[in-house]
């Protein structure tokens, strides 16, 4: 099952949700009216909730679908948190790259598509490959414990030494510039 999380005005730039093999559709904490799309058997619709309801409807879902041109943060995160991988696509403006951003963090580039054609096939293609989801879907917490995001002590030096870095520079009274990674 596919799962889509965002306000309905936006699922119409997805495009699976025009195709016609597709396996059926949660779509989560909607809000408004749906002027688009009627239930039926392939679109499933679950009001806003509270978290851990929403959370838990996670539990019903294989893979999540982003939104374009707008990729999900948050909602990226809680899915990966609940063991549910996102399939995003990728565009040229940095709101449209988070997507790609978080899932590159935890290892994930084979959810990320460059156009609407592999968007479509990435859906098909990961929804007949149930085994290797499984086994992706067991380690997503893990990827998130370890990665720099679930580590906030990294974060937090690199920051730190980034600040005393500029501090530094200031009253030296060099100039700024760009000092890569630390």
Not at 6 to 17: A, C, E, G, L, V
Request: with cysteine; hydrophobic share 35%; net charge positive.
């Amino acid at each position: 099952y596919f799962g889509y999380r965002q306000r309905p005005t936006h699922y119409s730039t997805i495009p699976i949700f025009h195709h016609t093999k597709i396996h059926p559709i949660f779509l989560l904490n909607f809000s408004c009216g749906l002027p688009y799309f009627q239930p039926t058997v392939f679109l499933q619709f679950f009001p806003v909730s509270d978290m851990k309801t929403y959370l838990g409807l996670h539990h019903h879902v294989d893979i999540c679908l982003d939104t374009f041109p707008y990729n999900g943060g948050t909602t990226t995160m809680q899915a990966l948190w609940m063991g549910v991988p996102t399939l995003t696509l990728s565009g040229a403006t940095p709101a449209s790259r988070t997507g790609c951003s978080i899932l590159g963090h935890q290892g994930l580039e084979s959810f990320q598509a460059n156009t609407q054609k592999e968007f479509v096939e990435f859906s098909l293609n990961w929804s007949n490959k149930l085994e290797e989801l499984a086994q992706i879907r067991t380690s997503l917490r893990e990827r998130i414990n370890t990665s720099p995001v679930g580590q906030p002590r990294i974060i937090a030096s690199a920051l730190e030494n980034a600040l005393r870095t500029m501090w530094r520079r200031w009253c030296k009274q060099h100039p700024p510039e760009t000092f890569g990674e630390m």
